[in-house]
């Protein structure tokens, strides 16, 4: 039992909360049940039939744990040997696959030469330029639109628009200027309405003060694209996407399929993770990579 016990503290710090009470558990059951034994005997109570109920747990708990802490370290060992096979053969694919993703990839036009090209064909429209009224953020939404793809979007008149400001053959879109509060849930469920109305799918342009967390969530669960203009290098503005259909519409301009765009993030997430030799339950401190 103390062997048990011993073994059981020994790996005290690299186990999880389930564990960590039983390993205190049996000490101090066994201790507890020990003095109230030594109490027992002094006191001639050790015949009581309420003393034997009273102590039974504590002994069962005593002889019953070293059983539990072996069993946890045989399954501790199972799952470390299992992840040891994962990551070799994690790590003996990741060049093949990686390889295939970059060379899809490569074979994408860059962005600068994509707005080169756009700009020559749409001389008038407005990409990068930060926006002076609601207006021209309209102006400028439509213009990324026709960008990734919607040839056909238009801006819609500025009043009375039936809550789409912008509207293409696919989507419907809302613009919003506003410039010291973030859009709310409200106006992106208004959104959702307006575009099934036009039998279309919802995109939300935002200016750089973004959505709420609560508009966003929602947004989310929607399916709606969901933008934000914001400031990079010098004047220039670009709009970041903020939901998955947003980074589905932009990947998919860009000739990006969205499952090559999920996988890579996820293949590079495991690389990171499988750098570990020990598996997470037993690292504790260990930062050290092989």
Not at 161 to 182: C, E, I, T
Request: charged share 20%; glycine share 6%.
């Amino acid at each position: 039992m103390f062997f048990g016990w011993m073994m059981g503290l020994f790996f005290f710090a690299e186990t999880d909360f389930s564990l960590q009470i039983w390993m205190w558990a049996l000490p101090v059951g066994f201790s507890i049940y020990a003095i109230s034994f030594a109490v027992a005997m002094r006191r001639d109570l050790y015949r009581s039939v309420w003393w034997t109920i009273l102590t039974a747990p504590l002994l069962s708990l005593t002889f019953v744990g070293p059983v539990f802490l072996a069993w946890s370290l045989a399954s501790r060992y199972s799952k470390a040997k299992g992840y040891r096979q994962a990551r070799a053969e994690f790590l003996d694919s990741y060049p093949e696959r990686r390889r295939l993703l970059d060379q899809r990839r490569a074979r994408i036009v860059p962005q600068d030469e994509r707005e080169r090209e756009f700009m020559q064909r749409n001389p008038g429209a407005v990409l990068r330029r930060a926006p002076r009224d609601a207006r021209e953020f309209e102006l400028i939404s439509t213009s990324w639109m026709q960008f990734w793809g919607e040839h056909d979007a238009v801006a819609t008149q500025f009043s009375g628009d039936g809550g789409v400001d912008v509207l293409s053959s696919n989507f419907g879109a809302q613009v919003k200027f506003y410039s010291n509060k973030p859009v709310g849930r409200p106006e992106v469920q208004a959104l959702v309405g307006a575009a099934a109305g036009h039998g279309v799918s919802p995109v939300f342009f935002a200016y750089s003060t973004g959505y709420t967390a609560e508009a966003l969530q929602w947004a989310q669960d929607m399916d709606v694209a969901c933008f934000t203009f914001v400031p990079q290098q010098g004047n220039a503005f670009e709009f970041e996407a903020n939901t998955n259909a947003a980074a589905e519409l932009i990947l998919r301009e860009e000739g990006i399929s969205y499952a090559d765009y999920v996988e890579s993030q996820e293949l590079d997430a495991q690389y990171v993770d499988f750098q570990h030799e020990l598996p997470p339950f037993l690292r504790g401190n260990v930062t050290s990579a092989p």
